[in-house]
């Protein structure tokens, strides 16, 4: 199994004239994946592309709110994916405390159950006037409940994944690290985003994080502006890929 996550800078490129269905074909062209976490991408994804690439998709209706119809999608291909909105007994919602800020869904490979999947963005917010309100690494302590009850609900069998825009974490951010997460990016020397105003400012800003048992099982990996330099002329985000046996 193929599994990616990758930004498609939504918002920019609409203003750019970079139409969805390019992002969609780049992605299927160069990563070959199964299963993609999608971070600012459009809502709802090209149907025509959907269709014809196989594609099961699920995402927060109407996206991230307040910004235009995109948030995080999770697509799979030969692959039962279903989304989560609350889970456990007592029915704990998910995705209440910034809404947008989380996807979730199972996913099944051959009728077997594989892992829950999270998607991630978490964006610098801010208030009616512009003024900024918060900051994506205390917004990751908060989401700690999300967290908790999604570990319980697939009996630690988890991926997160996205764009945490957070240019620092070269160590898993403690709120993750709790749940017994592998980073197999670790000890890769790899940048994913490149700001379009100023081509020295790359950064690390997109993670893949994913379960000890299933991190044993990864056999390559890539990821990053150098391994995919072509990404730079569709978004200002590389992906990052992972392979592993299923």
Known sequence: MRIATWNLNTWINRKNGIDNSTLWNWADDNLAADLVIFTEAATPPPQAIVRAQGWNVVHRPGGFPNRSSWGTLIAGRNLRVEHLTHVGKKKYELDTKFPGSLTAADVWVDDEYFACVVGMYLPYRKDANKDFIGHPTSDLVELKDDFKNLLDHCDGQIIIAGDL??????????????LGLVDPFK?????????????????LMDYIYLASELADRITAFSGGIDDFPDSMNVSDHAPLLIEMNV
Do not use: A, C, S
């Not at 620092?168 to 709790?178: A, E, G, S, V």
């Not at 985003?193 to 081509?199: G, S």
């Open 187 to 203: 000890n890769y020397d790899h940048v994913t985003f490149r700001q379009d105003w100023d081509q020295e400012g790359i950064f």
């Open 165 to 178: 825009n957070d240019m620092h974490y070269r160590q898993i951010p403690k709120p993750l690290n709790k």
